[in-house]
């Protein structure tokens, strides 16, 4: 055990808070400016591994391995200073080890070689935030099975708040009205000879075919939270004229490039990190393979706005596509629809 | 129609102003800083559909999709508060409808919603500049059409210009003798069994092919300015030394990182947006998918300088090359052949 | 020759030195701040065609291209104002003309034009470094030689420091223990029909099949320092806890994205310029095909660190993994293991 010979810390007279984990693309309650000093923040993941729809229209399925049953996994929120101390729990019924690597975290790569979790084990781990940002964390067990659990879907966010909340460039707070979390999953879904996605029996029977896919780096699927249309119809993202979205875009291993058709982002944190100012005014920004990004937009107008990954095959073809349904007034004086449709020479 | 309730504006005020649109790698008139206060900017576009040759070498073509004749569009250039009214026609004759989504403006999906014209119509459409940067428009008529239409070439760029002009990270001003307009298209052109490019008899007919090529996410071109060598030879860009030359490469679908050999960015608006300091001093700039950048060069030195998407398999072999031929006086001090090659150990 | 026409320089009261090159990811003595005016910084590059293993598990070999027989190239470090003359020597057995484009240098295609060695030549070039930052330097003879050449390992980087040194965005004086100099490949190894990679006899004999695999955009291999391992096991880096390490990565063709497992970016100069402040607290970081960029990191944990290319699929499956291997204590406070893994309900 790396630990043994370290000095002991005693963070006994910390408070200690449990955070409650929820679904994406939805956040944990929080603070955006820390109230009182430093905390432990207690979350709990359960390795889940389940068979998952990826499209209904072509049958395209995946044992996903998961935190907590979804893909992404949930979103841990805390304040630079704050420690999270992370039970995380392998189910007697898993087939696979998994473990935890936070890139927001210190040492050990990430966590990875202190939480390695067998079927039926589990493990705690406590780490200090100290980079403000929005980072990644994922499963990464070692060879081949790390990209074969990232790309099954083991990976989602933490975001670490400056205590003081979030500054623009030139200082002045920034407080936002919902967060919007989006986990984009590329996947590499192995076909059959007639084109057919394969159907497997349980996890992990798609290991040497899935590598193969892998291999030729290009996905099959690239989705906002697991599944095309998760964020689109019924589930659309909701907000209104004059509110501010904090849309937080996490992508554990392939590149991306969030737009939103109709909007900008007014400022844009593409690398993450909160220590550095945002950039602003964007029509669309770079999610690097490998981590998570800010962008916060106001609403102007109402109507539906797309988010996409801007290669507009990915988005379209391959998935990458959510809607935010906007409610409030139209405003001529930034757009106006002059002359409807009409035929030619009238 | 979504404007309906909304309150109306009247903007009759506002001086009015034709911008004429040329070809690209050219860019129209404009003033660097605004005089006067706002105005209405009235464009027209004509959505073309029409064969043009993308390879002489392999006899490689497309029914492209364009606005006015060209891909990328024409380059619209107005000041951050002028507004631009736009009418979109749809000749009798075409095959699909279109219409236009312009990332610098705010609501109805970028005006996509406010502008589906089918062939025989056309629309009016206005939209406030209220972001300055360089922006990418496009055609998405919705579903698998969007990649589609976009990847036959139906983009462009508008550039918003502060309206006291550019600026550099300590506010002195920016100024450019003149404009290189660049837009990046990949194609994914079906072939046949042989190898060889399908030819087919009109617009649309390669519908089917074409998703399958554009699934692999791997272009068979990737040019500028809509064909192998339409920058290069007689067609190279020109200048000299001493003059500044601001370059917007536009790409509204995938990730490229423009080059110019022999010399560099020296202001280089990545992300495109104005209201950011450029970076200074840049071998290679990146540009994401769906956006367009700006970079900004003075010439020290004559001679041939190639500008290439810096993936130098997509600038030579998919067609990604544009030359600068600069008039002017070699400076020995900067660089000089001490030896010209010669046998060794003589 | 270009420069028959220029006025003449008189450099001859300028110091000169030679520096020696050492292989990657070793970095030339240099100062950090210049002491003195600026000098003529010798350099001597042999260009080497040879046949190297990239990885021993399949025997996947290139008959690569090099400067100095190492992939990357070596290292040239020098001081903003200060000029670079090379010496290019091409050898008598060499199969393939030669020469040198460097990114930091201004006009001639980067020095490409003025340095092109056919076997059994050399020549000498210099140019001053005007711009402070990681550049790439790499072959470029012409046409499809280009990709091929910088595909087959013949490429590397210039750091041309500011002559008082790294500072951070407030001008504080950044100062690294090490430097760790990573090039990262992208090869295109043809296969047979047995998917096996196939065997050439000398140097060229592979370049009608590597310029069809290279159309393909996917490498077969993206490799550290040349080959699989190269920086691994016996070869992996060494640091300790409080030692700074600058680590360089340059990546002539290929977009790429480092990540520092179990650490971060603390300062981060993405796009290699010196000119521009450095990002903060980054956890991925992106090198643009066609440059080099540069991040700092002080280690704050003993223990093994990866460094990789986050896109995991490249990283695990393809090769672009590294080690850093750092003494010292474990910090309890920064990371504990609360519980090790253990059986669930305890
Ligand atoms: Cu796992
Ligand atoms: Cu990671
Ligand atoms: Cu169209
Ligand atoms: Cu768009
Ligand atoms: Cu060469
Ligand atoms: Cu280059
Ligand atoms: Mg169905
Ligand atoms: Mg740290
Ligand atoms: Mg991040
Ligand atoms: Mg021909
Ligand atoms: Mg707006
Ligand atoms: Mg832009
Ligand atoms: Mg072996
Ligand atoms: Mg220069
Ligand atoms: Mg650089």
Redesign the interface.
């Known amino acids: 055990?790396?630990?043994v010979?370290?000095?002991?810390?005693d963070?006994s007279h910390l408070p200690r808070v449990k955070q409650e984990m929820v679904m994406p693309p939805m956040a944990p309650k929080h603070e955006q400016v820390a109230t009182g000093g430093p905390k432990i923040v207690e979350v709990s993941f359960v390795t889940e591994e389940r068979l998952m729809v990826v499209d209904e229209d072509t049958d395209a399925k995946i044992w996903a391995l998961t935190y907590n049953g979804s893909v992404p996994g949930p979103m841990i929120i805390v304040h630079e200073g704050d420690y999270v101390?992370l039970?995380i729990?392998?189910p007697?019924n898993s087939v696979f080890e998994h473990n935890i690597?936070f890139?927001?975290?210190?040492?050990?790569?990430?966590?990875?070689?202190?939480?390695?979790?067998?079927p039926?084990?589990?493990?705690?781990?406590?780490?200090?935030a100290?980079?403000?940002?929005v980072?990644?964390y994922h499963c990464?067990p070692g060879?081949?099975m790390?990209?074969y659990h990232?790309?099954h879907g083991m990976n989602g966010a933490v975001m670490v708040l400056p205590r003081d909340g979030l500054k623009d460039g030139d200082g002045n707070a920034l407080t936002y009205d919902q967060i919007a979390y989006i986990g984009e999953q590329d996947y590499y879904l192995p076909m059959d000879e007639d084109g057919e996605y394969i159907q497997y029996e349980s996890a992990g029977e798609d290991y040497s075919d899935s590598?193969d896919a892998?291999?030729?780096?290009?996905p099959t699927h690239s989705v906002f939270n697991g599944a095309v249309g998760a964020l689109t119809g019924e589930n659309a993202l909701k907000s209104k004229v004059g509110d501010t979205v904090l849309m937080i875009h996490a992508q554990?291993?392939?590149?991306t490039?969030p737009?939103l058709?109709?909007?900008?982002g007014n400022f844009?944190w593409?690398?993450?990190?909160?220590?550095?100012s945002p950039?602003?005014?964007?029509?669309?920004?770079?999610i690097?393979?490998?981590?998570?990004g800010a962008a916060m937009y106001t609403f102007?107008?109402?109507?539906?706005?797309?988010y996409v990954n801007?290669?507009?095959?990915?988005?379209?073809?391959?998935g990458a596509s959510a809607h935010f349904v906007v409610e409030g007034?139209?405003?001529?004086?930034?757009?106006?629809?002059?002359?409807?449709?009409?035929?030619?020479?009238v």
Chains 1, 2, 3 share one sequence.
């Open positions: 055990k790396t630990t010979s370290a000095a002991t810390v963070l101390e039970t729990s392998n007697e690597d890139h927001a975290s210190t040492g050990a790569l990430g966590g990875g070689g202190l939480t390695h979790v067998l039926g084990e589990e493990a705690v781990l406590r780490w200090k100290t980079k403000p940002g980072f990644v990464a060879g081949a790390i990209p990232v790309c590598l892998m291999r030729t780096l290009i554990a291993n392939r590149d490039r737009h058709i109709g909007g900008h844009v593409e690398g993450g990190s909160f220590t550095d950039q602003t005014g964007m029509e669309t920004w770079f690097r393979g490998g981590s998570a102007e107008q109402p109507g539906v706005y797309a801007h290669n507009l095959i990915e988005a379209v073809l391959l007034e139209w405003d001529n004086d930034l757009m106006e629809q002059v002359v409807a449709p009409r035929p030619m020479g």
